[in-house]
């Protein structure tokens, strides 16, 4: 069985331009659920997908957008990248037996100059 | 709405004694609460979780924690730390019906040889 991976591992790019996020969830799992980790915080619910649709969104502008493919892979995009975006974002699933609990990736690093 | 207070944003123990990391949560309905541990540079690791079975949840690499409804805590445990416990840990808490995890700003655990 193979866990969440993420990748790239390490992202640089430049304010104002556009960036995707990629998340290959467990094997089983129909749920991905995307965090924001500034340095120093603790993860920040972003929005997460079950069966393709976005099943809930936490207080993130809509240049923060996902996607989910039927094989239940996953990708983050943010549009209009901002200083303020460069963090460790990370992406977790979960599936339908053990829905309370989420298995998280190694993340990605974005910094943007 | 439901969120978590981690006290103590460094902890310092020496090789061999009790670690204890404080966690309080707050939550209008029954939650489900989570310990992660982060090593450096790298995604959240499950060390354990409750969701309403035994109010004592024993996890991985020695980890446990104690789930006190009047108290509204859930703190994590262990009888004898060891070099390689060095990390940060996020206590988490989800309400059924709710689909995000609320993360505390984590806890740097230091063991002093």
């Known amino acids: 069985e193979t866990g969440v991976t993420q990748s790239p591992t390490h992202l640089i790019k430049t304010r104002g331009q556009q960036v995707t996020l990629r998340c290959s969830s467990q094997?089983?799992?129909?749920?991905v659920s995307w965090y924001q980790q500034a340095l120093g915080q603790g993860p920040q619910f972003i929005f997460q997908?079950?069966?393709?649709?976005?099943?809930g969104r936490g207080n993130f502008p809509p240049r923060f957008s996902g996607l989910q493919f039927p094989n239940y892979s996953s990708e983050l995009n943010v549009n209009a990248l901002e200083l303020d975006d460069s963090a460790l974002y990370l992406c977790?699933?979960?599936?339908?037996?053990?829905?309370?609990?989420?298995?998280f990736g190694p993340g990605t690093r974005l910094l943007v100059l | 709405a439901q969120s978590v207070t981690q006290l103590g944003s460094h902890v310092s123990v020496s090789e061999g004694a009790l670690v204890l990391l404080r966690c309080n949560y707050s939550?209008?309905?029954?939650?489900?609460l989570f310990w992660y541990v982060q090593y450096p540079n790298q995604g959240l690791q499950l060390l354990l979780k409750?969701?309403?079975?035994?109010?004592l949840v024993k996890g991985i690499n020695g980890f446990e924690a104690e789930f006190k409804k009047s108290e509204t805590s859930f703190h994590l445990t262990k009888p004898s730390a060891h070099m390689s416990d060095a990390a940060e840990y996020f206590c988490?808490?989800?309400?059924?019906?709710?689909?995000?995890?609320?993360f505390g700003t984590g806890t740097r655990l230091t063991i002093i040889p």
């Open positions: 977790a699933s979960s599936n339908y037996r053990d829905t309370e609990t989420q298995y």
């Open positions: 094997s089983g799992h129909n749920t």
């Open positions: 997908y079950y069966r393709e649709e976005e099943n």
């Open positions: 939550s209008s309905v029954p939650p489900y």
């Open positions: 409750y969701t309403s079975a035994a109010t």
């Open positions: 988490a808490v989800r309400s059924e019906g709710n689909e995000k995890l609320t």
